[in-house]
């Protein structure tokens, strides 16, 4: 039986709640995939494959199970009635990863108790993002809205403040969101220049009488972070030998990544601070991903060489220096990309504008980074460099169904997303702003009617 898009739209419709919501979160979740859904006619971008005019592309089970070109047939499965949805023409893109982000871990920032970034202490890599962020938040929808998708959730606060997270923008638990839940855990590598990064207790300097800012603290806090890896080395290296030895859930945290298993993520943005990091990780053979990365492209040859990827924290960002060009953020992605270095693009500020990830990477590409690669650096790339390249950030069979169908490229403000899939679930993209703009155009609609 074949619906077109408007029908699906009109259903959705039909079915919403007749009274006004405060707010997407208090909306069912979407149910899960019951039957294939096969979208045809449709602009594929695939991301690794091209761009397919005319395509078509079937999944089930929240699985991509064929994407094919223009005039190929559907292998579909007998006995079981697909949902069509002829697109007429719209375009199908992976879901947006937005790389790196605080999205489900706040709530209101000047409410203590809704913030959930920062764990007391500040060497804690046994803390996990997706056990403490909210899968009720009022920002997911807002960010699934515009095609953001996936997301890898950072803790914040002290040198080590745990382990970041890759969820998906739909469930009803935490379980439900989380892809990966230990995608890696956080360090926040101090600078010389301004000393530690991360909280300070207030009555430490006066205690010791020590200044912790500067060369010295710097030079102390980076003392801290490397004794926390050996001490978890010699801690793995001793249960190895001997499986009686207590466990320590400090140390077991860092245990992937003395693996190799996931990358160490160095928050730092200065050229020395990125120096010193990446040295720091290759002396203790650790995968380094840098987050932030301003000066990246100062120091392109030695990110190349130790095949360490940036996570570039915003592109809509002023010059970090008084001398620099006025588009100095504009263009570092494309600089970065002629030197080789890979790289994907997050947003680089408050949760809430995780929305504008795609208007990140198209002020890129209008500073000079080749389109496609834009597009990648917020789809392909962003999964890869996260650890989920496998199952997101492209149209592929075997990959996950999260997508989108839009209007347009998401490039473009004007586009409008008119339908998402999660792991094959239809989405519903109503959200908290959408419903103030229904409730006060019904408002404006009463006052014509007097």
Not at 110 to 130: H, Y
Not at 163 to 182: F, K, P
Not at 315 to 337: G, I, K, M, N, Q
Request: with cysteine; charged share 25%.
């Amino acid at each position: 039986m074949e619906r077109s898009t408007a029908w699906i739209l009109a259903g959705a419709a039909a079915g919403a709640l007749s009274g006004l919501l405060p707010a997407q979160d208090l909306l069912a979740k979407a149910p899960p995939q019951s039957q294939p859904v096969l979208l045809r006619n449709a602009v594929l971008h695939t991301i690794d494959g091209g761009v397919v005019l005319g395509g078509s592309l079937w999944f089930e089970a929240g699985e991509i199970k064929q994407v094919l070109p223009a005039g190929s047939a559907p292998s579909l499965p007998p006995g079981r009635e697909p949902l069509v949805l002829d697109l007429g023409g719209k375009h199908v893109f992976p879901g947006l990863v937005s790389a790196c982000t605080t999205l489900g871990l706040v709530e209101i920032g000047a409410v203590r108790p809704t913030n959930d970034l920062d764990e007391v202490g500040d060497l804690t890599p046994e803390a996990i993002a997706a056990v403490a962020l909210n899968p009720d938040t009022t920002a997911i929808p807002v960010a699934r809205s515009n095609g953001v998708l996936t997301a890898a959730v950072f803790p914040s606060g002290g040198l080590l403040p745990g382990r970041a997270s890759v969820i998906r923008l739909d469930g009803w638990t935490n379980a439900d969101l989380t892809v990966r839940a230990g995608a890696g855990p956080v360090v926040a590598w101090p600078s010389d220049a301004a000393g530690r990064r991360g909280r300070r207790p207030p009555d430490r300097g006066a205690e010791t009488g020590e200044d912790e800012r500067g060369e010295r603290g710097a030079k102390k806090a980076r003392q801290r972070i490397d004794d926390a890896f050996a001490a978890a080395r010699a801690w793995l290296d001793a249960r190895t030998a001997d499986p009686e030895v207590p466990l320590d859930v400090r140390h077991e945290a860092l245990i992937d990544a003395l693996r190799g298993e996931v990358p160490v993520f160095l928050l730092a943005d200065d050229l020395e601070q990125i120096e010193s990091a990446v040295r720091w990780a290759s002396s203790r053979q650790l995968r380094a991903v840098v987050v932030g990365g301003r000066d990246a492209a100062q120091c392109a040859d030695l990110l190349r060489e130790r095949r360490v990827p940036v996570i570039l924290q915003g592109v809509h960002r002023l010059p970090r220096r008084d001398d620099s060009a006025y588009d100095e953020p504009f263009t570092l992605p494309a600089r970065l990309a002629a030197l080789g270095v890979s790289f994907c693009i997050a947003t680089g500020s408050d949760f809430s504008n995780d929305r504008n990830l795609p208007y990140h990477a198209a002020t890129a590409a209008a500073f000079g980074l080749d389109r496609n690669r834009a597009l990648a650096a917020i789809t392909r790339d962003a999964a890869e460099i996260l650890g989920v390249g496998d199952r997101l950030g492209s149209l592929a069979a075997g990959k996950e169904a999260t997508l989108f169908v839009a209007t347009g490229h998401p490039f473009e403000l004007t586009t409008q997303i008119e339908l998402a899939f999660v792991q094959g679930r239809q989405v519903d993209l109503r959200n908290k702003q959408t419903e103030l703009a229904r409730k006060y155009r019904e408002r404006y609609r009463q006052l014509r009617e007097r």
